[in-house]
């Protein structure tokens, strides 16, 4: 067996997912074949149909009965003579197999066909069973299984509410109701419980001539033949039940490894990739399966390699801004150091005057960086809403229109409503125009043009600046990117403006680029889907 083969077989006892198919596949097999053993129906149309064959062989025996009577020559009475009818009920007897019982007037029992003698005899004849033959032999397991599921059986309530068999030394017709009730000339049937579990199934006829009651006739006989047929259609079901048993076993381990086995791997390969130092510990490639197993596979892939780039962006982030914040601490140091040499009082105010634009600048940057670091859990966790982008746009145009002194339109017909979050959304927009606002010349405008179909909305922005220099119109989007015009004081912005704005509209699932405008200046575009 090869060390993969080994490790396929040994995931199978311990899967609990096999345990609980096996279990509910099995339990549902169970109780059907256990309900289609029951057969209670079937044991009582056989029960009554044995009563209806009984009641027909008494009624002819007890006729046969009363035909054989002689008349008392001193009274006028009709009897019974106990030798002959013995015969004749030991005769008549055998083609029913069952046992006859006649009772006299009185309750004396005359005859019975065990009986080698008449009455007064308390030997008896038994017919032995055949021995086993070789096919019930080789049915042990079965019976076993048959004799504990029969003694179920009889613990759940109806089992036990016939009478009980009870048979004494002597025998009277009081011992047996359904002779007395015979004695009466009312014919009648009974089931009673033997010691063994078993059942006796009893009826009495009286047996009559010219209208006068001789006695009554009881033939009894065992529900063995009622217990085999039963046992033989158990058997059968039982046979039906091991196929399906050993079917369903089968299925279920198929079933299980295809479902079992694929989750069990992919948890271990989480769990390489949880505790790994490395990328060499890849998801299993379950891509070829379509069902929710090659997509939970899939999922996982994507989840690590999101994981992935996630630590890489953060490493990345890290060194930028490990590296902008060196070049204020820097300056600073550097300042910092050279004041403390010299005595020149103006050489000490510019000195301090570095030093000051410094710690506003790492401030800047440092306002900057926290809010891009937790960009990400805002954005997941807020709560989004219908924004009208016209109305947040006219807001923004109004204030930057008061502080630049520029000229500022906006062109929009129409709604243009969107699912976002206002305040993050109002962010990028303000950024945008604060950047066409700060690169614009005086006496200059800025246009603002929204556009849109059913499914998405342009917002596209235009200003008379210098432009995006060649080559850079993707680089801008990049963290601590800054070209700013030169009038600008340096420092002043840290670089993660369009950086930001970039991560807010790819989480509203919009995009935004950069693009040389055909006259002159910038254009920027942020494309978004329409609520």
């Avoid at 279920?252 to 505790?275: C, D, F, K, Q, W």
Wanted: aromatic share 4%; no cysteine.
């Amino acid at each position: 067996m090869t060390p993969d083969h080994a490790r396929h077989l040994r995931w199978i006892p311990s899967s609990p997912i096999l345990r609980r198919i096996l279990a509910i596949n099995v339990l549902a097999l169970g109780i059907l074949v256990a309900g289609l053993m029951y057969h209670d129906q079937y044991r009582e149309s056989l029960v009554e149909s044995e009563l209806a064959g009984l009641s027909v062989h008494a009624e002819i025996i007890a006729a046969a009965l009363g035909e054989s009577a002689i008349e008392n020559a001193v009274t006028g009475e009709q009897l019974l003579r106990p030798s002959h009818a013995l015969q004749m009920v030991r005769r008549l007897v055998e083609t029913t197999g069952g046992r006859a019982r006649l009772f006299a007037p009185d309750g004396i029992l005359i005859a019975d066909s065990l009986s080698i003698s008449a009455s007064g005899s308390h030997v008896q004849s038994v017919e032995l069973p055949a021995p086993d033959s070789v096919e019930d032999k080789t049915r042990g397991l079965l019976n076993v299984i048959l004799d504990a599921y029969e003694w179920l059986i009889r613990l759940f309530p109806g089992g036990g509410d016939m009478p009980p068999y009870l048979e004494g030394r002597v025998q009277r017709a009081s011992d047996y109701g359904e002779v007395v009730s015979a004695l009466y000339e009312k014919p009648l049937d009974g089931i009673r419980r033997t010691d063994n579990g078993g059942m006796m199934l009893i009826t009495a006829v009286p047996v009559k001539r010219y209208k006068q009651v001789l006695g009554a006739l009881m033939l009894s006989r065992g529900s063995d033949d009622i217990e085999a047929a039963l046992r033989e259609v158990r058997v059968d079901i039982l046979r039906v039940f091991g196929i399906a048993l050993a079917v369903t076993i089968m299925l279920s381990l198929y079933l299980a490894s295809t479902i079992a086995r694929p989750i069990r791997l992919l948890a271990e390969a989480a769990e390489r990739v949880r505790h790994g130092h490395h990328r060499q510990h890849a998801i299993p490639d379950l891509d070829d399966r379509n069902d929710e197993i090659g997509e939970l596979a899939s999922a996982l892939k994507e989840m690590t390699e999101a994981l992935w780039a996630r630590m890489d962006a953060i490493e990345s982030f890290a060194a930028d801004v490990s590296h902008e914040i060196k070049n204020p601490l820097t300056s600073l140091k550097s300042a910092v150091e050279t004041a403390s040499r010299i005595t020149d009082p103006e050489q000490q105010r510019k000195l301090m005057d570095i030093i000051l634009d410094d710690v506003h600048r790492m401030d800047r940057l440092i306002s900057d960086i926290s809010d891009a670091s937790r960009l990400d859990a805002e954005l997941s966790r807020a709560e989004m809403s219908q924004v009208d982008l016209k109305a947040l746009l006219s807001s923004l145009i109004e204030a930057n229109s008061n502080a630049s002194g520029l000229s500022i339109n906006l062109k929009a017909e129409g709604e243009f409503i969107v699912n976002g979050i206002e305040s993050r959304l109002g962010q990028v927009f303000a950024n945008l125009l604060n950047n066409a606002v700060s690169f614009s010349p005086p006496d200059s405008k800025v246009s603002i043009y929204m556009t849109g179909d059913d499914k998405a909305i342009s917002i596209i922005v235009d200003d008379e600046g210098p432009g995006i220099p060649a080559g850079k119109l993707d680089a801008i989007f990049e963290r601590f990117y800054s070209s700013r015009p030169e009038s600008e004081k340096f420092g002043t912005h840290s670089g993660l403006g369009l950086s930001i704005s970039k991560l807010i509209v790819e989480a509203h699932e919009g995009s935004i680029r950069a693009e040389k405008n055909s006259a002159m200046g910038a254009r920027f575009i942020v494309d978004l889907p329409r609520s």
